[in-house]
């Protein structure tokens, strides 16, 4: 029977939950905000199943890319995220009589994982959303469809990605999987406090989030949220949601040492920024965004192919995809030293963003490098022209 007593070691995949054949687990949330599985003894039959088919208690052996490029989809990539690549990837699959799994945001404003079976609803997937998503019953709803003969492509963190394999039990003809460059995912009770502190603060109901809004560019990018009655654009530094999951202070305890990215999810591709392209790809280097891709596998290089001649790209190295990218990295994240006192604090606040703006790290210095930067980029791309 599993039980977490650590929760370094739980990444809060579901694949537990859905293969327990007596349904005695559930997810419940902790104070911090993280879903976590509770087992019922009374209905446990104690098969063990829940331990072994633990992506993080069972971690699979990295895998090396088979390929790696920076990309763009010139149509699409100023409505993205990075380069506007997922879009056609899951247009192929969908235009093939498949379906996609990808993350969403329901009419309240929190992060599902739901199915689209038409382009139209491919829309809901578009741009990053910094929560974890609820899987629901996304992979046994997935399992449903390979078992009818339907194509799957299914797109999440690398956690995520990992569970539904270890639940599946194995590679499936019709199933392709993409993941994300991810350094962590916040819990969505924060976000659910968090929200509702926004709707306090502008008297208003919320009703979008697009959390890279790129009006001031790919790099400079800001929050926009959308409520009933008004647009807030908040810059993302300044956004203090936004600027403690950069800082890594909110993120998931077990992300800290990730055990499913760079190569260990078992996805068929990777998609993240681009953040090295002023080095590695400087022809690209425009700030209309570059995505960074992993080509994981030959199913993923099958999937690829069918989309390749619709993008610019030039092939890189994998080291080279996983500068300046966090995501890509294969290295443990440092757990801030005030995290443990900030979730603490959090349902005590009686003003939750000026709480959680008191822990807003201000680093002027690499601002200033980072504009510096920015600035000597530019002017190197009107030199050239």
């Known amino acids: 029977m599993i039980r977490i007593s650590d929760k370094t070691l739980c990444c809060g995949c579901t694949a537990c939950v859905s293969a327990c054949p007596a349904r005695c687990i559930v997810m419940r949330r902790d104070r911090e905000g993280f879903d976590y599985p509770v087992a019922n003894p009374d209905l446990c039959l104690d098969c063990g199943l829940c331990e072994r088919i633990c992506p993080v208690l069972n971690p699979v052996q990295n895998v090396e890319p088979v390929a790696a490029y920076a990309a763009r989809c010139e149509s699409r990539a100023m409505t993205a995220s990075s380069g506007g690549i997922f879009p056609l990837l899951a247009r192929e699959v969908i235009e093939n009589d498949g379906v996609v799994c990808g993350a969403a945001m329901d009419s309240l404003c929190m992060v599902e994982h739901r199915e689209a079976e038409t382009i139209d609803e491919l829309t809901a997937f578009s741009g990053a959303k910094y929560v974890q998503s609820e899987l629901y019953s996304i992979y046994e709803d997935v399992k449903c469809r390979l078992e009818e003969g339907t194509k799957v492509l299914f797109s999440g963190t690398p956690c995520q990605i990992a569970g539904l394999k270890a639940f599946l039990k194995g590679e499936l003809a019709g199933l392709y999987t993409v993941d994300i460059a991810c350094h962590g995912v916040p819990g969505p009770g924060l976000w659910e406090k968090y929200k509702a502190a926004l709707q306090k603060q502008y008297s208003s109901d919320l009703k979008s989030v697009d959390f890279r809004d790129r009006s001031n560019g790919w790099r400079h990018y800001n929050i926009r949220y959308e409520f009933a009655d008004k647009t807030v654009k908040v810059a993302r530094l300044k956004d203090p949601y936004l600027a403690l999951f950069l800082q890594d202070m909110t993120l998931r305890p077990s992300c800290y040492d990730c055990r499913m990215r760079m190569g260990r999810s078992g996805s068929d591709i990777t998609l993240g920024d681009l953040w090295s392209v002023a080095q590695t790809a400087p022809q690209m280097n425009d700030d209309k965004g570059v995505s960074g891709v992993l080509i994981n596998t030959e199913k993923g290089r099958e999937l ?49 963003h000026k709480y959680m703006k008191s822990y807003v790290v201000r680093k002027p210095l690499l601002g200033v490098y980072r504009k510096l930067r920015s600035q000597l980029s530019s002017l190197k791309r009107r030199i050239l022209k």
């Open 304 to 352: 690829w192919e069918k989309i390749a001649g619709e993008l610019t790209l030039q092939q890189l190295a994998p080291a080279d995809i996983a500068k300046d990218n966090g995501g890509f990295a294969d290295k443990v994240t440092r757990m801030p030293d005030k995290r443990e006192e900030f979730f603490k604090g959090v349902h005590a606040a009686k003003d939750l």
